[in-house]
């Protein structure tokens, strides 16, 4: 023993005050955020950001938070730095016409040693840019998924960066060493390594713990060092070896510049000749460092488990002595628990000597001292050994005595965060429920709501106010507590169905802590809601998760607020359990996220329409977007797309008839060529909420309050006028308007025809206000009321999401004009998407000889099971088929969810008979596809649009052949090529191909 028997624990237990004082020198206090202006918006409004640093820099004392400023362009930023000094320098990738690597290497050349820092949105982002960082000196690159946690570990990793050398010598700071090389893994990480760093200084903060004591213990919390390669990391071990708390190590990382698969077993076997007792982690996506790990003494964690994140917390917590103390026997049984430093002299007292023996061999106390900022105390006990004493009730003394000498208090501070928000006045109101992210809708919701305030005009553009319905958003920390508290984590994780998932999350308890907001709420709103998903990942630039989850629509009629309550709730915990539906468990698969990545938000909206006798719908909905995927005659990309609907917008969404049209040229219509046209597609039917079907539905019969109505209801509500035509079987023709006797179809010509017509032109500028606000493409969903009480009309801004557009095009011309027929299995002269996918052996396909159009259900459910099959064995496939792929009708093609075809790379469309269908363009299914880099070919050969070999098909050996389908495993991957500028898309068999 080191430390002398008579000397007082309590004057070595800490440095003085003064010196706790001198920690943490650098702080952050001015940031600069160069971004668009939403991506400004979703870092400092989403979550409570300025919140959450008034509340850290309230606790330490500190007079202010950092200060944000906003500059919306690279040149604005320079200017902004000149102007006055700044801290750190935060970008993210779209600065207008200056590329982020030229201004990273500017702010370097006049700032030197100005931190800078790059967040990507998305992981292939990140690399791009992880790739040009050091031309262009951005200290480091992040990935940005919405976590709000990321913004704050960006800030406390510079400034640990800044601090460390200089605390561990003034105090003795720990640190924990993080090995990653990986951008979208150490962006993950850092925020739920600074998570528990911060939720173990909040487990400190206890009763009666003065102002002093509470600033030294935040102050002296334990740093986090990043290393990305052997070298880096081997440098800060050696130089702060005796200050380094545990090491978490990726298994293969860069050693002597390139990857090393065995770098992360050598490292800690150096580290462990030095200090055998360090708690080291390995986590790696090979199981077969596990058994290394373990004859080294250190634990592993596989990278691709779904609880990576969780086993990471459990190391923390019971290696790194992070939580309670939990004494266990040598056979893993638990005997005691202690909170708190100061209930361990009690259970030191008690507990069995085999216990007191299996921790103190493995420095278990010295670690949970350390965690907890007593460094004097840890470094006492660390050296000792059970040998130092001669029996086991000398070291249960010896221990008992020195934490009895400590008198430390700890409490958890909890925080209630009550809002009500009155969604039944008129005037629109947006705020949140509980704490935590607003999830990618409400954030883009947020969003809006600051950007349409700013406007002139009070809202009115093109004589039509713009609005955001009233809304209230759920944060995600509710979430979270609900699937801890009803402990839910393990089954929706499992292969339960979906109904199975539904039944249980309906089961599960809303966490009182906004339960009274809620029923407060049931109690005073009682107009038609709109409880709709708002998850972390959802609307972000490359995975829309669009449609992916469940929205709710309640009729919150019944006139008692306990019924209103209970459906409220139910359909917050629907919302819940569709985060882990099949077809959002098949989408993750193909996006780099893992499912306990995600969080749900839930957004309380209030539905824009009006009740019409026991009904409520908008008079019509629909979604624009920036960019036609199908630019016809004289449309071009620009002018956008939308596809509207008369009544709620669940006919777009789910792909059955609306009017589709370019804002730019409202006029062109070639789905209304001809009368037969406009029988053939024009909307014949439409949604609404039944008011009375709704009033006492609860759990999954919510659903059942949305009704399909025939035209002739929406003429007796006299909503059609202002969108209906009329066929006329005498004149064999279609007229504008309802006044005569035919068939009533759903056209829009009244309003995209008149030239006095505002909507046209309102959703160009709704679509350039929000492409200049995210700096990216844009895509809106909208639900528009024509005679609200008391007012002109009004179109409700119901969603805001960047549209996911790879705009780098390969230019194929020379890879189509060399191709010979022989080597062509496909070749389309409409297709969608872009790039070269290779890998891909397998080949699924509706057999010709076998289709009916009258068993198109029995098709897709013999694809999900085929689909099902091919993912689990990880194998990509082309699908080839008859019709529209992902209709709700299943007379104009197979009626397939996104989970049916979810393996799929490219989808082929053929011919259906003599029955022209037009794709799935502006459903929630095509713009998932197109997100995914999912390819989509039409080949109809009856319109000399492309070319498919049948014959070829036919003639391959099937592994496998149901009523409908054939798949093929080819021997030679396909070469699939797909030219996004001309529309043209080539599948060649490869070289087996004959």
């Known amino acids: 023993m080191i430390e002398s028997e008579d000397r007082p624990l309590h004057e070595s237990a800490a440095p003085k005050d003064l010196v706790f004082r001198n920690l943490m020198g650098f702080r952050i206090r001015d940031i600069l955020l160069v971004s668009s ?31 944000i400023t906003q500059a919306s362009t690279g040149t604005e930023g320079l200017e902004a730095l000149s102007a006055r000094p700044f801290d750190l320098v935060i970008t993210m990738p779209r600065l207008g016409e200056m590329d982020v690597h030229e201004f990273g290497r500017e702010v370097k050349r006049r700032h030197p040693g100005l931190p800078v820092i790059l967040l990507a949105d998305s992981p292939s982002e990140a690399v791009r840019a992880k790739e040009g960082s050091k031309e262009s000196q951005i200290d480091q690159v992040f990935v940005w998924g919405g976590d709000v946690r990321l913004f704050l570990a960006i800030i406390k990793h510079v400034e640990d960066q800044r601090n460390a050398e200089r605390d561990m010598a003034l105090a003795g700071v720990r640190a924990i060493l993080l090995i990653e090389d990986s951008v979208r893994f150490y962006s ?51 130089r702060h070896q005796e200050f380094v708390l545990g090491v978490i190590a990726d298994g293969r990382f860069p050693r002597d510049g390139v990857i090393d698969p065995d770098a992360g077993v050598e490292f800690v076997r150096r580290v462990k000749e030095i200090d055998p007792d360090l708690p080291v982690l390995i986590q790696s996506s090979e199981d077969s460092i596990a058994l290394k790990a373990e004859a080294l003494g250190a634990q592993y964690v596989n990278k691709l488990s779904a609880h990576l994140m969780e086993e990471l917390r ?51 106390f010295s670690n949970w001292c350390m965690a907890r900022t007593e460094f004097a105390l840890a470094s006492t006990l660390r050296p000792v050994r059970v040998s130092h004493f001669e029996s086991t009730e000398g070291l249960r003394a010896y221990l008992t005595d020195a934490f009895g000498r400590l ?22 109101v947006f705020g949140r429920i509980g704490s935590g992210s607003m999830g990618g809708k409400g954030r883009g919701l947020g969003f809006v709501n600051a950007l ?76 038609p809601l709109a409880v709709r998903s708002s998850s972390l990942l959802e609307d972000s630039h490359e995975q829309p998760f669009a449609g992916i989850y469940r929205t709710c629509m309640l009729a919150n009629s019944d006139p008692d607020p306990d019924v209103r309550l209970q459906q409220l709730c139910d359909a917050i915990r629907l919302v819940y359990a569709s985060t882990f539906s099949r077809n959002a468990k098949a989408y993750l698969e193909h996006t780099p996220y893992r499912m306990e990545e995600e969080k749900m938000a839930v957004v309380l909206q209030r539905l824009v329409g009006r009740a019409h006798g026991r009904y409520f719908y908008p008079d019509f909905a629909g979604v624009v977007s920036s960019y036609n995927y199908y630019p016809v005659l004289d449309m071009s990309p620009e002018d956008g797309a939308a596809l509207v609907a008369l009544g709620l917008g669940k006919t777009v969404v789910e792909g059955r008839k609306a009017v589709r049209f370019s804002p730019g040229s409202p006029h062109t219509l070639p789905q209304f060529s001809s009368a037969a046209d406009c029988l053939e597609n024009a909307q014949r039917r439409f949604y609404a909420l039944d008011l009375e079907r709704g009033r006492r539905a609860t759990g999954t019969a919510l659903d059942e309050a949305i009704v399909e109505l ?70 809106i969903e909208f639900a528009v009321d024509l005679r609200p009480a008391g007012g002109g009309p009004r179109i409700g801004f119901l969603q805001l999401r960047p549209l996911s557009i790879d705009v780098a095009a390969a230019d194929l011309d020379r890879i189509i004009d060399r191709s010979g027929a022989e080597a062509v299995l496909c070749k389309a002269w409409r297709a ?50 008859p019709g529209r792929w992902g209709t709700s009708d299943p007379w104009l093609g197979i009626p397939v969810e996104w989970h049916d075809v979810s393996g799929a790379r490219v989808i082929v469309e053929t011919d259906l008979g003599d029955v022209p269908v037009t794709p799935s363009e502006g459903t929630h299914f095509f713009h998932n596809m197109t997100a995914l880099g999912v390819g989509y070919f039409q080949v109809h050969r009856r319109e000399a649009q492309g070319f498919l070999d049948f014959e070829w098909l036919s003639r391959q050996v099937a592994t496998s052949e149901g009523a409908f389908l054939r798949h093929l495993s080819l021997e030679k991957p396909l070469e699939i090529w797909i030219d996004g500028r001309s529309r043209r898309g080539l599948i060649l068999k490869g070289a087996s191909g004959a």
């Not at 409004?45 to 606790?59: H, N, R």
């Not at 198109?856 to 099959?869: D, Q």
């Open 37 to 67: 202006p939403y991506d400004s918006y979703v870092l400092q409004e989403d979550g409570f950001l300025s919140e959450c640093l008034d509340v850290e820099y309230q606790q330490l004392n500190l007079s202010a938070a950092p200060w």
């Open 188 to 238: 993950s990480y850092l925020p739920m390594l600074y998570t528990e760093l911060v939720t173990q200084n909040q487990l400190l903060m206890a009763d009666g713990v003065n102002a002093t004591q509470r600033l030294r213990r935040m102050r002296a919390r334990p740093k986090i060092l990043l290393a990305e390669s052997f070298e880096e990391a081997w440098n800060l071990f050696s």
């Open 314 to 364: 459990r190391f923390m917590q019971s290696s790194l002595g992070f939580g309670d103390f939990v004494f266990l026997m040598p056979d893993g049984r638990e005997v005691a628990r202690v909170r708190d430093l100061a209930g361990m002299p009690e259970a030191l007292r008690t507990v069995p000597e085999a216990s007191l023996r299996y921790h103190a061999s493995r420095n278990h």
């Open 407 to 428: 008198r430390v208090e700890s409490q958890r501070g909890v925080v209630a965060d009550f809002s009500y928000l009155d969604l039944g006045g008129e005037e629109a």
């Open 452 to 527: 349409l305030s700013g406007l002139d005009g009070g809202g009115l553009l093109e004589g039509v106010r713009v609005f955001i319905p009233s809304s209230a958003v759920v944060g995600t920390d509710v979430f979270d507590d609900f699937m801890k508290s009803n402990g839910l984590s393990g089954l929706a994780l499992s292969d339960v169905s979906d109904a199975e998932c539904a039944a249980a999350f309906l089961k599960g308890k809303i966490p009182p802590s906004i339960l009274g907001d809620l029923r407060r709420f049931a109690e005073r709103v009682n107009v």
């Open 710 to 779: 025939g035209l002739d209801v929406a003429e007796e509500h006299g909503t059609l006028g202002p969108v209906g035509s009329v066929y006329s079987p005498d004149d064999d023709a279609v007229f504008e308007g309802i006044s005569r006797a035919g068939i009533r179809l759903v056209t829009f010509a009244p309003i995209l025809k008149s030239v006095s017509s505002p909507y046209p032109s309102l959703l160009m500028r709704l679509l350039a206000l929000g492409r200049e606000a995210m700096s990216a493409p844009v895509e």
């Open 832 to 881: 969608f998407g872009q790039g070269n996918l290779r890998g891909v052996r397998d080949l699924v396909y509706v057999k010709p000889e076998s289709f009916d159009r009258s068993l198109t259900v029995a098709v897709a459910s013999e694809l999900e099971m085929l689909n099902r099959r091919l993912t689990s064995q990880r194998r990509p496939y082309v699908l080839i088929g």
